[in-house]
Nanobody
Framework: QVQLVESGGGLVPAGGSLRLSCAASGRTFGTYAMGWFRQAPGKEREFVAAIGRSGTSYAGSVKGRFTISRDNAQNTVYLQMNSLKSEDTAVYYC???????????????????WGQGTQVTVSS
C-alpha cells in the first residue's frame, strides 16, 4: 500500500500557474508509476498526466501546458500547471499504480492508491 497526500491547490486567475505536489509513503518510491487525475463537478474523473521510468504521458487538453515530474529522493511527484484555463477547475488527485513501473496508464482503473485530492479553481 502507498499513502498519498496532495498539496498546492488554490484559486488562481486564468493564465496563471500552480504547482501541485504529492508526497508518497509506504513503498519504495520510484518502483511504480504515478498519475494525476481530476474531477470537475458533475463529471467523471479524467486522466491528466502520468509518469513511469520510461517516460510521461499527458491528456491532449493539457499537453504543452502541464508538466509532470518526480523527485525520487523526496518521494514526491509534481504537476506544474501553466496557462491555466477555467476548464481546468477541478479536484486534482494523485494516484499510484504499484503494478506498473515503466509505461504509465491513463486509466484510473489501473491505479490502486489515491490521495484525498486538492481543489484547483481558475477564475476567468
Amino acid at each position: 500500500q502507498v499513502q498519498l497526500v496532495e498539496s498546492g491547490g488554490g484559486l488562481v486567475p486564468a493564465g496563471g500557474s500552480l504547482r501541485l505536489s504529492c508526497a508518497a509513503s509506504g513503498r519504495t518510491f520510484g518502483t511504480y508509476a504515478m498519475g494525476w487525475f481530476r474531477q470537475a463537478p458533475g463529471k467523471e474523473r479524467e486522466f491528466v498526466a502520468a509518469i513511469g521510468r520510461s517516460g510521461t504521458s499527458y491528456a491532449g487538453s493539457v499537453k504543452g501546458r502541464f508538466t509532470i515530474s518526480r523527485d525520487n529522493a523526496q518521494n514526491t511527484v509534481y504537476l506544474q500547471m501553466n496557462s491555466l484555463k477555467s476548464e481546468d477547475t477541478a479536484v486534482y488527485y494523485c494516484a499510484a499504480d504499484i503494478s506498473r513501473t515503466n509505461y504509465p496508464s491513463a486509466s484510473p482503473n489501473e491505479y490502486d492508491n489515491w490521495g484525498q485530492g486538492t481543489q484547483v479553481t481558475v477564475s476567468s
